[in-house]
Nanobody, 115 residues
């Protein structure tokens, strides 16, 4: 079992920055990758960024150049640095970890960007 706890969300003005954290505990050694997803009201959950166990990264086109995903293996934590935030980035942000036949989600952290 893997437990994921997100933190770092909040209210920020357009153009501002936030850093999200996802602390993982449990059998994380079996996870191939971790990532951030988001879901805005009335919309489907979408991929934001992912990072593999060897730190290969992938980003949604909408966040490339603004968001950076990283991981600290010693702390079992994945981060999402979000810069130049805009109202379209307002959503509930979820952390995900997955591996062979395993898929885990956190509870989410709200990010609200005011214009």
């Amino acid at each position: 079992q893997v437990q994921l706890v997100e933190s770092g969300g909040g209210l920020v003005q357009a153009g501002g920055s936030l850093r999200l954290s996802c602390a993982a505990s449990g059998r994380i050694f079996s996870m191939n990758a971790m990532g951030w997803y988001r879901q805005a009201p009335g919309k489907q959950r979408e991929l934001v960024a992912t990072i593999t166990s060897i730190s290969n990264t992938n980003y949604a086109d909408s966040v490339k150049g603004r968001f950076t995903i990283s991981r600290d293996n010693a702390k079992n934590t994945v981060y999402l640095q979000m810069n130049s935030l805009g109202p379209d980035d307002t959503a509930l942000y979820y952390c995900r970890a997955w591996g062979p036949a395993r898929n885990y989600w956190g509870q989410g952290t709200q990010v609200t960007v005011s214009s």
